[in-house]
Every structure is written in structure tokens, then in C-alpha cells.
């Protein structure tokens, strides 16, 4: 009776142990399953993660391009627009050169300027740099001449004497020279250029084309400087996106 009893118990012992052993592998596999499809959900979200990401970081860098080429755009029209035929020294499809006071440095002489006379009584000649270029202006004409030195408060020094007599309050001003230009970069990406007093710099970068065209006062093309009194420049980029002209008038 008593071994009965024991192989009873022991038997009921072996079925629970089955029992639970059947347990902990289903619970395993259920848990490889779940992890399983947790790793492909994730993967899903960090692809859609990524996608979104990348769509957003185009769509920035297309933004900042267009900031970037409105902002350059700007730059030459208001600086186009301080330019005269008779200013112009170079209307090509590629190059635009003029000279022009695009900072509004201006002042009038203070005293008769005798020819020959090489230092000028102003107003305030403060900030004007060495070597620019000034136009003393007169009734009659205008002559350039550059600076021998950095202007003072009441004085500019030419480096060659005037040819010419100016009154009192003639006007004198400062007229740089500005070059617009398309170049390639060492990657052989073209670039719109702008260039002041010999300091370069990219005005806009990443084209597939810069051109300048040149209009007359009929709105037909010309060549020729003197004839010019609208200038077109069209920019196309590398993204197809971006094709834009402008025209502008010069000063009459």
C-alpha cells in the first residue's frame, strides 16, 4: 500500500514537472516571437524616422538656397541700378563691370581747387580708403583720380594733381569698381562672382548657368556699353527647381 502510494505521488510529481517544462518553452518561444516583431517594428520607424529626416534636411537645404540666392539677387539689383552707360567699362554674356558708389560715400570740396592742386579741402573725407578711386565733379566734367592716402576729416590726398580749376562745393565721390562674373570652382561648379575694389567673393554658388544680357533704350539687345540701359541676368541652379531672371534699370 505505502510503495502504491509512492509510486502515485512520484508519478503526479514527473506530469507537474512536464507540465511546467511545456510551459517555460512555450513562454520562450512567445517571447523570440515578440522580440522578433519588436526589431521589425523598429526597423520600420527608424526607416520612416530616416526618410522623414532626410525629406526635412532637403527641404531646409532648399530654403536656405533660395534665401541665399534672393539675398544675392537683391545685392546686385541695388547695386545694377547705381550704374550709368557711361559708367559701364564691360557688357559681356559672362562679365558685367561698372563703376558705381555703392556706399554713398560722397562729400563737397570746402575752397577753390586750383590745377595742379593735389590735396582737397572737404567736408569730411573720414573712411575713405587708400587707393580708391574719386570723381571730383565740376559744372562741366568730372575727372578720376585715386587716393594717395586714407581720407581725413576736412582733407583727401590725390595721387595725381587735378587738370582741371573747381569751384567751392564741387562734389566729390568715391566710384568703385564692381565686376560681376560667372567662374567654375575646382569641383567645376559655376559660381556668380562679385568683386569690388579687387576683393572677390561667391555671390552664389551651385549653377548650371549665369548670363548677363544687355538691353537699349527700345528694348532691343546691344553690345555695346554706351547703348545699355537695362541689364538681364538669368540663373539657372543645379536644382532644376531654381531658374530665375531679373532685369534692371540703370540709372539714367
Known sequence: ???????????KRVKRNSSLSGMHGLCLAELLIGMAAGVIVFATVLETFNIVHQHVTKQQRDLTYQQDLRLGLAVFEQEARLATAESIVIANPDEFQFRANINAQRTTTTGDVAQGQSVLAVQDG????????????GLRACE??????????????????????FPTGASVEVRNHVV???????RGLLRLMRMVDGGAGTLVG???????????????????????????????????????????????
Open 180 to 186: 560681376y562674373y560667372a567662374k567654375r570652382d575646382e
Open 144 to 165: 578720376l583720380h585715386r587716393l594717395a592716402r586714407a581720407g581725413q576729416r576736412m582733407l583727401l590726398t590725390l595721387a595725381e594733381p587735378v587738370q582741371s580749376a
Open 1 to 11: 500500500m505505502s510503495q502504491l502510494r509512492a509510486n502515485t505521488s512520484h508519478g
Open 206 to 252: 551651385g549653377l548650371e548657368r549665369a548670363r548677363f544680357a544687355y538691353r537699349d533704350d527700345r528694348g532691343r539687345a546691344t553690345s555695346e556699353p554706351s547703348q545699355v540701359k537695362r541689364v538681364v541676368v538669368e540663373i539657372e541652379s543645379n536644382r532644376s527647381t531654381h531658374h530665375v531672371v531679373r532685369e534692371v534699370s540703370l540709372r539714367s
Open 126 to 137: 573720414s573712411g575713405w580708403g587708400e587707393g580708391k578711386v574719386v570723381a571730383v565733379c
